[in-house]
């Protein structure tokens, strides 16, 4: 196989809290320094939140972005890629205030409302290093994430058309798939469309290969060749997918937002490891990885120059 594999990694997103790993990325430097040694590792699109770095708890504010980004930007050639998922507290405004403040090559846009639960965790920790933690995964059982067609369609305008940043269509559940063709059929999405099928958050559909195979026979379906796919499965079910979405001719993502851990009952200790894991594992099949500028030739990416960034 000679075909190349676009590696995402997500540093250390908005769903996992301080308690559960003392790995996961937390101040500004050490984002960014997880994020750099990503990228050496082999990673070509870097998916960054951001967080306090006094308490851990999810940050919408584009200063503490600025933080990060920079450094991240002058020391990698990778994709960078914002969030405008941000979490389930937060308003569309606050999502999307980091993208707008530094309009980026990419950015997640999640393609439907949904119920999105983390607190079934609280079955397992009992005690939490900081108070917030318990309420933010308590709070996921009667929160609905929030991506209305109204919001979606902000999305598209205030960040896609006014700034020429392109979308990872993070699609939990194969209706999602459908409302993004129906922004297709509107005009307002065009390809290359980059399709991130996230498999095993409660609330979305299953993280098993079934699901995987359903999801992508209906992107096929529905959006022909004008696509490229990514796999997020969540926790235990990370490698197992991301692996068998290669082997379909998918790409890759991985990191601490999407799983803490390497292999069973060992924590990762960085993002780079995981990058290096699912490299070991393609590589011996034939596989190849895309390089930054690869990536962005394949996903009609703007160029690094259209980022406000220094």
């Given at each position: 196989m000679s075909?190349?594999?676009i590696i995402t990694?997500?540093?250390?997103g908005s769903v996992h809290t301080p308690t559960m790993s003392r790995y996961l990325p937390i101040t500004?430097?050490?984002i960014a320094d997880?994020?750099?040694?990503?990228a050496e590792a082999g990673a070509a699109i870097l998916h960054l939140h951001a967080r306090d770095p006094v308490d851990g708890r999810p940050?919408?504010?584009?200063a503490m972005f600025r933080q990060f980004l920079p450094q991240i930007h002058a020391g990698t050639d990778a994709v960078i890629n914002i969030t405008t998922g941000g979490s389930h507290t937060m308003r569309l405004d606050q999502r999307l205030a980091a993208a707008l403040d530094v309009a980026p090559e990419m950015a997640s846009c999640n393609m439907g409302s949904m119920n999105f639960a983390t607190f079934p965790i609280l079955d397992k920790l009992k005690e939490f290093k900081h108070p917030w933690?318990?309420?933010y995964l308590e709070g996921s059982r009667n929160a609905i994430f929030r991506n209305t067609f109204g919001d979606i369609e902000q999305i598209f305008n205030r960040l896609g058309v006014a700034h020429g940043t392109r979308f990872e269509f993070e699609c939990y559940d194969v209706g999602h798939l459908y409302n993004l063709k129906h922004f297709v059929d509107r005009g307002l999405v065009k390809g290359p469309i980059f399709l991130q099928f996230v498999l095993g958050v409660l609330g979305g559909i299953g993280a098993d290969v079934d699901n995987l195979v359903h999801m992508k026979h209906i992107a096929d379906k529905l959006f022909k060749d004008s696509y490229r796919w990514s796999v997020l499965a969540a926790g235990r079910h990370q490698m197992p997918l991301i692996t068998h979405a290669a082997l379909m001719g998918g790409n890759v993502r991985v990191g601490l937002e999407d799983s803490l851990y390497l292999g069973r009952g060992e924590l990762a200790k960085s993002n780079a490891e995981q990058v290096r894991n699912i490299r070991a594992v393609l590589e011996p099949l034939g596989f190849e990885f895309?390089?930054?500028d690869e990536a962005r030739e394949m996903l009609g990416l703007k160029g690094r120059a259209g980022v406000k960034l220094p």
């Open positions: 075909r190349k594999v990694c997500a540093v250390t500004p430097q050490q997880e994020a750099l040694a990503a940050s919408f504010d584009p933690e318990r309420d895309a390089t930054p």
